[in-house]
């Protein structure tokens, strides 16, 4: 069965520091992973993800995420956190290669202090 | 291309009364799915569909009821409505591409709808 913890479930950062929300995940098999991001009262919109090929992955609003499989993480990063970034953010796995349904993660809400 | 759509945003309703939260997409994916969300419990699948006549239950079905009469629609209906299902309701829709096209997985979440039950 797969699964994803999200470590934090709040995390606060100062704007220009800094952004890392962390995920690991656990598949039996080869995994596609996702992370998404959840303004208030809005629905998700997806940040970028990683199905195959190259590990450093790229998303929107200058966010990125390193698939690191001997560690089984994805975590997400951002250099200089702004403070529209403020939101909730989730991490998702779904069994590579198959139309399986994402598994996602609790969440973490990210604070930005000016 | 109006993607996801869900109707209504908001629903108060009485402990034992039903209701249907609508979910339309209108991109022709095959693969449509019913999330809900929950305080520190992220999204939980609660039903999913891999076409038209085809719905599977996912890890929270108690309580919910769905049909995929058509690609376009895929309803969520509660029967008898409890406190518990007091949540915000996602629907999702997806595109999976036959294997070695090359084509690009998609997937668009509706806006939510959120439920209050008394």
């Known amino acids: 069965a797969q699964s994803v913890t999200q470590l934090g479930s709040h995390v606060s950062v100062s704007e220009g520091a800094l952004v890392l929300l962390r995920c690991n995940y656990s598949?039996?098999?080869?995994?596609?992973l996702f992370w998404y991001v959840q303004y208030p009262n809005q629905g998700l919109q997806l940040l970028l993800k990683y199905t195959t090929g190259a590990t450093l992955v790229k998303g929107i609003n200058g966010f990125e995420a390193e698939f690191k499989k001997s560690e089984t993480s994805f975590h997400l990063t951002k250099p200089s956190a702004h403070m529209s970034d403020a939101a909730e953010y989730f991490c998702?796995?779904?069994?590579?290669?198959?139309?399986?349904?994402?598994?996602f993660g609790k969440g973490t809400k990210l604070s930005v202090k000016p | 291309n109006a993607g996801v759509t869900q109707t209504p945003k908001f629903q108060v309703l009485k402990t034992g009364q039903s209701m249907t939260l609508q979910c339309a997409q209108d991109m022709n994916h095959e693969y449509m799915s019913w999330y809900r969300q929950d305080p520190g419990m992220g999204l939980r699948l609660i039903h999913y569909s891999v076409g038209a006549g085809i719905t599977d239950q996912g890890e929270v079905p108690n309580g919910y009821n769905v049909s995929r009469s058509t690609t376009e629609d895929f309803p969520l209906r509660l029967l008898s409505a409890a406190p518990s299902q007091t949540s915000v309701y996602f629907c999702?829709?997806?595109?999976?591409?036959?294997?070695?096209?090359?084509?690009?997985?998609?997937?668009?979440f509706g806006p939510g709808t959120r439920l209050l039950v008394l």
């Open positions: 999702a829709s997806s595109y999976f591409p036959p294997h070695g096209t090359g084509g690009r997985e998609t997937q668009y």
């Open positions: 598949s039996s098999v080869p995994p596609y």
């Open positions: 998702a796995v779904r069994e590579g290669g198959s139309q399986g349904n994402l598994i």
